[in-house]
């Protein structure tokens, strides 16, 4: 299943290493919004936890053919 793009920048920003309370800041949600968003993007990607998620989507999205 396909990230929406808010799902998308979210998880980027999570790479980044921003907690949920600076995401929710910068995005002008809040922190819990964000821990909502991620919790529906492992579901989402199938991943055990948030950094399960990131190297999922960057394999998924930049990984080896």
């Not at 793009?5 to 800041?25: M, Q, T």
């Not at 919004?33 to 999922?56: F, S, Y």
Request: hydrophobic share 40%; with cysteine; glycine share 4%.
């Amino acid at each position: 299943m396909e990230l929406s793009s808010r799902e998308a920048e979210i998880i980027i920003l999570v790479a980044i290493g921003f907690s949920d309370k600076e995401i929710g800041y910068k995005l002008k949600i809040s922190a819990r919004t964000v821990q909502t968003h991620v919790t529906r993007i492992c579901l989402k990607l199938k991943a055990r936890n948030r950094t399960h998620a990131v190297t999922k989507f960057i394999l998924k999205s930049y990984g080896t053919k």
